[in-house]
C-alpha cells in the first residue's frame, strides 16, 4: 500500500495574529530605546548608554556633568513618551548667531541680518542651570543621530520665523 506520504511543508510561515498591537509594541519599544524588530523583522539594537568617558575637546562645559547625571538624563529621556521627545530635544537646542571674533580679541554678536545662526545645545545639570555642550556629547547623551537634530532645527527656525 502507498501511504499518501506528500510531507506536508510544516514550515508554513506563521503570521502574526494582531499584528496592530505587535507593531504598537514595537514602537512603545522603540522610543524607549530598547531593542526592537521593525515591520519587516529587522532587529534594531536598544540605544546605547552614554559613554562614561568625555572624549571631545570642546571648549564647552561638556567636563562638567556627572557620569551619573548624563545616565539620569538619558533614563528620563526614554521614559519620556515619544510626542514629548521631540519637544524635549527641542527646548535644548538653541538657535543664536554666531559670535564674531574681532580683531581686537573680543566677541561679538553678529547682525541678525546676516544671520550665520549656529547651535548651542544645553543639558538640565539637575541643579536647575543648563550646562552648554557640544553637539557630539548632546548625541551621546540621547543616543540619538545627527539627522534627528537636523529635522529638529528646521523645525524649530520655522517656528521662529513665524512668531
Ligand atoms: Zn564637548
Redesign the pocket.
Known amino acids: 500500500m502507498m501511504s499518501s506520504g506528500i510531507s506536508e511543508n510544516a514550515s508554513r510561515k506563521r503570521r502574526a495574529s494582531g499584528t496592530g498591537s505587535y507593531r504598537q509594541e514595537n514602537k512603545i519599544l522603540k522610543w524607549q530605546g530598547k531593542q526592537y524588530r521593525t515591520f519587516t523583522n529587522k532587529l534594531v539594537p536598544a540605544k546605547p548608554q552614554p559613554e562614561r568617558k568625555v572624549s571631545?575637546k570642546?571648549s564647552?562645559k561638556?567636563r562638567s556633568l556627572t557620569y551619573k547625571r548624563k545616565l539620569e538624563l538619558y533614563k528620563q529621556f526614554y521614559e519620556t513618551d515619544s510626542a514629548k521627545q521631540g519637544t524635549y530635544l527641542t527646548g535644548l537646542i538653541n538657535i543664536g548667531n554666531i559670535k564674531k571674533r574681532r580683531r581686537r580679541g573680543t566677541y561679538e554678536l553678529a547682525e541678525s541680518s546676516q544671520c550665520q545662526c549656529s547651535i548651542f545645545y544645553t543639558v538640565p545639570d539637575g541643579s536647575g542651570n543648563l550646562v552648554l555642550?557640544?553637539k557630539?556629547?548632546f548625541l551621546n547623551i540621547f543616543a540619538i543621530i545627527s539627522k534627528k537634530i537636523e529635522i529638529l532645527v528646521k523645525k524649530k527656525k520655522k517656528m521662529g520665523e513665524t512668531y
Do not use: E, K, M, S
Request: hydrophobic share 10%; net charge positive; glycine share 0%.
Open positions: 571631545c570642546c564647552y561638556c555642550v557640544c557630539r556629547t
